[in-house]
Each structure stands twice: as C-alpha cells, then as structure tokens.
C-alpha cells in the first residue's frame, strides 16, 4: 500500500443545499492540510458542489466518479460520487424544503452505506437543517437514530460535541425539557459513562478524565432542590469508578465546565442536550465538532447549522468543518492502525 493510500478514506456527504454546506465542502476540499491527512470522497450532485465552490473562491480538483465504482484506485485526487439528484435551480437559497431535506438524507445514506460495507473508513457530513429533513422524512428525528438504522446498529449509540482536547458527552438529547427527568436513570448515566470513556479511549485519550453534571440547580443542594443527583446520578458514578472508569460528580452544571477549562477533566457529561451545548458553544463555536459515538466508523460533522442568514457570500468559517474532518481522520488512522 502506497503512503497516498494508507491515509483513511472518508465519505463526505453533501448536506443541506440552501445553507452554507456546498461552499465549507468545496472549502475542505480545497484545504491541503485536509489532504494530507485523508483521501476523500464527497458525495452530492456536482452542480450543486461547483456552486459551492464558485461562492467560495476556490477551485479543487476531483476526479468525478459514477455510484459503484471501485474507490481504491491509484489516484491522489480526492474523488466525487456523483448522484445528479439536484438542479441547482430548483433550490433558493435561505429556504428549508423537502428537496434540499431528500438531497441531503441520499447523500448521507450513501455515505453510511459505504462505511457499514467496509468501503470507506469514517462518515462527516457538512450541516444538515432539521427542517429540511423532515418535510423529505417525517418520521426523521435526529442523525443518530437515522444513522443506527442505515448502519443497522443495535448496541447504544450518543452524540459528543468535541472542542479541541475537552469532550462534552450527554445523557438525552433531543427531546423536550419537561421530559429529561423521566428519561434519566441510574442504568442510563452509567451507559452514558461506559460510552464515553469507550470513544474517548479510541480518540487517543488513554485514561479520560470525565466530570458528572447534576440535573438541579447546585447539584440539588444535598436534595432541597431535587434528588436526582441521590438516586441516580451518585450511584451511576460510584457503578462506573467500579468499572475503572475516572468519573465524579455530581457537580453543579454552572460550574462544571470551569472545572475542565482549568484542565481538572478531559470531558462533562451533561443530562440533557442545552446543558452542555450552551458551554461548548461559549467556548469555541467556531471550532466545535459533532461526533457520533457507538458505532464501528467515526462520524463527525461540525456543530454548527446551516447558516442561511450568510449562505451564497463566501463567508462561512471552515474551521468547525476542518476539525470535523481532521477528528475522524485521526480516529480513522488509528482504528486502520489498531486492525492493521
């Protein structure tokens, strides 16, 4: 194997065509440190793609390749499936519909395809609009669950928002505030745990460092304001130290992420979807990453939206989309390394 293709391979799926994902996927493409670390294969409609990289300003080279063809060829040039699904025409700009929703859901089924099948060695896609996904899907409610199903996952599966080294993980995830209480448990935190520390280990954190979120305002104040900390949170933690696993907590969610800002933890685990994401967004919403942990590939995206307020001006910051990619090439390189 040359050194050109033991990088790994990595679908990149096109997301949603009204946003600003056709101009970042041209961007990556484009990125010589991105190349250097992966062999691409982006998915989409061509028109759609040389769109984006006339609203970018730059002109990447590609080899244009059909749905089925062998991707393992001796060819440098990062390669594009074209599935000629999308006249660009047929799309405004800034609007969520159900044909930018079906364009962006092939795609990523293609690219989730191709890695359940061994083809490629991790899946990232550029932003998706929730929108959009369900007037092409109805019953669509999140990456995770579509993802599971393509990928025909049975075991748990989790989102994690990754910001440079600190790792935020969480116990429910998209659904609604008066419903997170209900879903939590003892079982439940103590899974959430055992994932994490799993895909942490295989990002390259030896031991994880994982600090535990309570629920209520001060962790509960020794349960003047809640006992979900007593019942369930406490043992979950006390369940994964057993485990091996460097977990504590519960610690009050308002000052938790001081905690590893000041390096004490590599990682928060927070009990529902706002939690955490508020933080991570303060810290560093330009270089925040999506991973979707659990299955047998990385899949990454950035975690950022669509930003139809700025699409069509070349403006989008490609660094949550370049740390996306270059997140599942390294997680991708090592599970190559690891299988080797």
Request: with cysteine; charged share 20%; net charge negative.
């Amino acid at each position: 194997m040359t050194a050109e293709q033991n990088r790994p391979l990595i679908a990149l799926a096109m997301g949603d065509p009204a946003g600003i994902s056709p101009e970042l996927t041209a961007k990556l493409v484009a990125l010589d440190e991105v190349g250097a670390k992966a062999r691409l294969v982006v998915i989409g409609d061509i028109r759609i793609f040389d769109e984006g990289a006339r609203v970018a300003g730059v002109s990447p080279v590609l080899k244009t390749i059909a749905p089925g063809t062998n991707l393992n060829a001796d060819d440098d040039r990062p390669l594009f499936i074209d599935l000629a699904h999308l006249n660009p025409a047929s799309i405004e700009r800034g609007v969520a519909s159900g044909a930018g929703g079906t364009f962006a859901l092939t795609n990523y089924r293609h690219a989730l395809t191709l890695a359940r099948d061994g083809k490629v060695d991790a899946v990232c896609f550029t932003p998706f609009n929730k929108r959009a996904m369900r007037l092409a899907r109805p019953s669509y409610d999140d990456e995770i669950a579509f993802s599971a199903e393509i990928a025909g996952l049975t075991t748990p599966a989790s989102e994690f928002n990754v910001l440079d080294k600190f790792w935020n993980a969480r116990v429910t995830s998209h659904i609604a505030l008066k419903d997170v209480a209900s879903h939590l448990s003892a079982e439940r935190i103590h899974r959430a745990l055992q994932l994490t520390d799993q895909c942490m280990r295989r990002a390259d954190f030896t031991e994880p460092r994982i600090a535990v979120a309570g629920l209520n305002p001060h962790a509960g104040d020794g349960g003047n304001f809640g006992t979900e900390e007593i019942d369930m949170i406490a043992p979950a933690v006390s369940a994964a130290q057993q485990d091996g696993i460097v977990a504590e907590g519960p610690f009050p969610a308002d000052t938790v992420f001081l905690r590893v800002k000041d390096g004490a933890f590599d990682a928060v685990l927070t009990m529902y979807h706002d939690q955490g994401q508020i933080a991570m967004k303060l810290l560093g919403f330009d270089r925040g990453v999506t991973l979707l942990g659990g299955f047998p590939f990385p899949i990454c995206t950035p975690a950022h939206g669509t930003a139809y307020d700025i699409a069509g001006r070349g403006i989008a910051s490609i660094g949550a989309s370049k740390a996306a990619l270059l997140l599942a090439a390294e997680m991708a390189g090592k599970r190559r390394a690891t299988n080797a």
